[in-house]
T-cell receptor, first 111, second 116 residues
Framework: DGGITQSPKYLFRKEGQNVTLSCEQN?????MYWYRQDPGQGLRLIYY???????QKGDIAEGYSVSREKKESFPLTVTSAQKNPTAFYLC??????????FGSGTRLTVV | AQTVTQSQPEMSVQEAETVTLSCTYD???????LFWYKQPPSRQMILVIR??????QNATENRFSVNFQKAAKSFSLKISDSQLGDTAMYFC?????????????FGEGTQLTVNP
């Protein structure tokens, strides 16, 4: 079945450490997105990409980086510059503006 | 700016009753889609219903239906015969077209609790 796979499900980061969250889709969608969700709050856009080798900053891009070397993959790196990274991270992909599919998320905790 | 507003942070309903969640939005586009997503405690985002702006007929999916008022820019979700499994956070969402591409913008969410 087609879908989006995020890994790992849980991730722990030490102070000053960079970590990378994986997002893979087999839906043949052109666009991919990363959202951050804090407890009891809505989703805020971090980065998005409409095509391979191109991506744009969302509303809260500081302290994060992405790459889009393949259509299927859109990894997110949480850098040491992100001072408050503990949150739930959701990856999504879309076919035009008709439908958006979400992964099951990664919960990142700073230890 | 293109925005989505949900003015009800929390709502509750008795099992088998009907509840309506409100959403208003602002957009300069004439043709667009609107979505309602459900996020249960598992935190998986699940599409509940989708509305195309150029269609006058309100979308329905089993117990879920919308009241789409394009002129008023209102997009409410009605859940009939509420079930315990409907307990979740509900988000209204609008795809926004920008020069760099489209992005999905969400409201703040409404936490719905269905009581037995």
């Amino acid at each position: 079945d087609g879908g989006i796979t995020q890994s790992p499900k849980y991730l722990f980061r030490k102070e000053g450490q960079n970590v990378t969250l994986s997002c893979e889709q087999n839906l043949n969608h052109d666009a991919m997105y990363w959202y951050r969700q804090d407890p009891g709050q809505g989703l805020r856009l971090i980065y998005y990409s409409q095509i391979v080798n191109d991506f744009q900053k969302g509303d809260i891009a500081e302290g994060y980086s992405v790459s889009r070397e393949k259509k299927e993959s859109f990894p997110l790196t949480v850098t040491s510059a992100q001072k408050n990274p503990t949150a739930f991270y959701l990856c999504a992909s879309s076919f035009r503006r008709i439908g958006y599919t979400f992964g099951s998320g990664t919960r990142l905790t700073v230890v | 700016a293109q925005t989505v507003t949900q003015s009800q942070p929390e709502m509750s309903v008795q099992e088998a009753e009907t509840v309506t969640l409100s959403c208003t939005y602002d957009t300069s586009e004439s043709n667009y889609y609107l979505f309602w997503y459900k996020q249960p405690p598992s935190r998986q985002m699940i599409l509940v219903i989708r509305q195309e702006a150029y269609k006058q007929q309100n979308a329905t999916e089993n117990r879920f239906s919308v009241n789409f008022q394009k002129a008023a820019k209102s997009f409410s979700l009605k859940i009939s015969d509420s079930q315990l499994g409907d307990t979740a956070m509900y988000f209204c969402a609008l795809p926004v077209e920008e020069t760099s591409g489209s992005r999905l913008t969400f409201g703040e969410g409404t936490q719905l609790t269905v009581n037995p």
